[in-house]
């Protein structure tokens, strides 16, 4: 069994290798030729962009590796079946049950695999390119209207609560045009702090530079008590860094942990968070994807090989990946828009083509 094991693991894992390395050089190529314009715009050189794309290909093995797999897996079986030799193995005593034990531990491996590229690896340096694609443009991009957070202190007149607007962000830590604005027990507005730079601590503390702090009088008809400027102003919040990170950077960026903090955050404060809900449960069950894959891959294994050519197979591959791809993606959308649970929304594509997978093996055992 030792001696099969070697010829299906060497087999799949040499035909994913190579997809992987196609579509990574593809990719590659696309995101060079985006970079190309860019190129020249505050110091921003064919090095840095270079470095750029090279940055963004752990993302893009992330995201690539589970289609590569299925492709790759099924050329590999397909051949073998074609030639006779997943015949011969059959004869030798390579049941149904123990070809489905053998890829799944090789799923298993890919999926542990998928997981600390899609959790370490990629999150760190896309943060990277972020950044440096910052340098180019002067700043992060920023959604219409700033970013806005949420905090609250309990002191003994009751809770506090602010309201952070976030104008620009300029690296990890550094944001501009900052707008704090504290309301009382009852909802009223206390006070309005604009700074036009400010610096994040790990901490939670907020250093803010060229400050202007309004203070409304807590009256029915709110009105202006009094104004103050100051050169700098520094401000304790449980607004940290890595909350920060989580609001102005790309998903792309967050780890699984990251978005699990972000979205409890938000959900402590009253804000939205199924969209983070989301991709966290997507960021979670995404490395399964894997063990999908070549269950998808294994029935063709049991076709004859005059069932068709190995080219109309990985074609069919091809195609089983991009179907999956897509539902992914609009399950991800209509859990949104319809407020369905967010790991439901998740897990329902892998669901699906598992059973079919499945189904499609038994059928093919017990019938071919």
Same mark, same amino acid.
């Given at each position: 069994?030792?001696?099969?094991? !070697?010829?299906?693991?060497?087999?799949?894992?040499?035909?994913?290798?190579?997809?992987?390395?196609?579509?990574?050089?593809?990719?590659?190529?696309?995101?060079?030729?985006?970079?190309?314009?860019?190129?020249? !715009?505050?110091?921003?050189?064919?090095?840095?962009?270079?470095?750029?794309?090279?940055?963004?290909?752990?993302?893009?093995?992330?995201?690539?590796?589970?289609?590569?797999?299925?492709?790759?897996?099924?050329?590999?079986?397909?051949?073998?079946?074609?030639?006779?030799?997943?015949?011969?193995?059959?004869?030798?005593?390579?049941?149904?049950?123990?070809?489905?034990?053998?890829?799944?531990?090789?799923?298993?491996?890919?999926?542990?695999?998928?997981?600390?590229?899609? #959790?370490?690896?990629?999150?760190?340096?896309?943060?990277?390119?972020?950044?440096?694609?910052?340098?180019?443009?002067?700043?992060?991009?920023?959604?219409?209207?700033?970013?806005?957070?949420?905090?609250?202190?309990?002191?003994? #007149?009751?809770?506090?609560?602010?309201?952070?607007?976030?104008?620009?962000?300029? /690296?990890?830590?550094?944001?501009?045009?900052?707008?704090?604005?504290?309301?009382?027990?009852?909802?009223?507005?206390?006070?309005?702090?604009?700074?036009?730079?400010?610096?994040?601590?790990? #901490?939670?503390?907020?250093?803010?530079?060229?400050?202007?702090?309004?203070?409304?009088?807590?009256?029915?008809?709110?009105?202006?008590?009094?104004?103050?400027?100051?050169?700098?102003?520094?401000?304790?919040?449980?607004?940290?860094?890595?909350?920060?990170?989580?609001?102005?950077?790309?998903?792309?960026?967050? /780890?699984?942990?990251?978005?699990?903090?972000?979205?409890?955050?938000?959900?402590?404060?009253?804000? $939205?968070?199924?969209?983070?809900?989301?991709?966290?449960?997507?960021?979670?069950?995404?490395?399964?994807?894997?063990?999908?894959?070549?269950?998808?891959?294994?029935?063709?294994?049991?076709?004859?090989?005059?069932?068709?050519?190995? /080219?109309?197979?990985?074609?069919?591959?091809?195609?089983?990946?991009?179907?999956?791809?897509?539902?992914?993606?609009?399950?991800?959308?209509?859990?949104?828009?319809?407020?369905?649970?967010?790991?439901? $929304?998740?897990?329902?594509?892998?669901?699906?083509?598992?059973?079919? /997978?499945?189904?499609?093996?038994?059928?093919?055992?017990?019938?071919?």
């Amino acid at each position: 069994m030792r001696t099969v094991r !070697r010829l299906l693991y060497r087999e799949i894992l040499g035909a994913t290798g190579f997809v992987a390395a196609a579509f990574l050089g593809l990719f590659f190529f696309f995101d060079l030729v985006d970079e190309v314009d860019r190129i020249g !715009r505050n110091g921003y050189s064919v090095g840095r962009a270079l470095l750029v794309c090279l940055m963004q290909v752990p993302g893009h093995v992330y995201e690539l590796l589970p289609i590569a797999l299925l492709i790759g897996a099924i050329y590999a079986l397909a051949r073998l079946a074609q030639s006779s030799e997943f015949t011969i193995l059959r004869t030798g005593g390579l049941g149904p049950r123990r070809a489905l034990v053998l890829l799944t531990a090789l799923g298993l491996g890919f999926v542990a695999f998928t997981f600390v590229i899609g #959790d370490v690896v990629a999150p760190w340096f896309e943060r990277q390119a972020t950044l440096m694609q910052a340098t180019r443009n002067g700043h992060l991009n920023v959604a219409r209207g700033g970013a806005w957070l949420r905090d609250s202190v309990r002191g003994p #007149d009751g809770e506090r609560r602010f309201t952070v607007n976030i104008g620009e962000a300029h /690296s990890d830590g550094e944001v501009a045009q900052v707008r704090i604005f504290e309301f009382g027990p009852r909802g009223e507005l206390l006070t309005r702090t604009s700074a036009a730079r400010a610096t994040v601590g790990n #901490d939670g503390v907020w250093t803010l530079e060229e400050v202007q702090i309004s203070h409304w009088a807590p009256d029915a008809t709110p009105r202006l008590d009094a104004d103050q400027r100051l050169v700098r102003h520094t401000w304790q919040s449980s607004l940290n860094r890595s909350v920060l990170a989580a609001a102005v950077l790309p998903l792309g960026t967050m /780890s699984t942990a990251a978005l699990w903090r972000y979205m409890t955050h938000l959900a402590d404060h009253e804000q $939205a968070a199924q969209r983070y809900e989301i991709q966290f449960w997507k960021r979670a069950l995404y490395p399964f994807a894997c063990l999908v894959m070549l269950a998808l891959a294994l029935p063709f294994a049991y076709l004859h090989g005059r069932s068709g050519g190995i /080219s109309l197979k990985v074609f069919g591959g091809i195609m089983l990946g991009i179907s999956f791809v897509l539902l992914n993606n609009v399950m991800g959308h209509l859990g949104l828009l319809q407020n369905w649970t967010p790991w439901v $929304a998740a897990s329902v594509p892998s669901a699906i083509y598992l059973l079919l /997978s499945l189904g499609a093996f038994s059928w093919l055992v017990r019938y071919r």
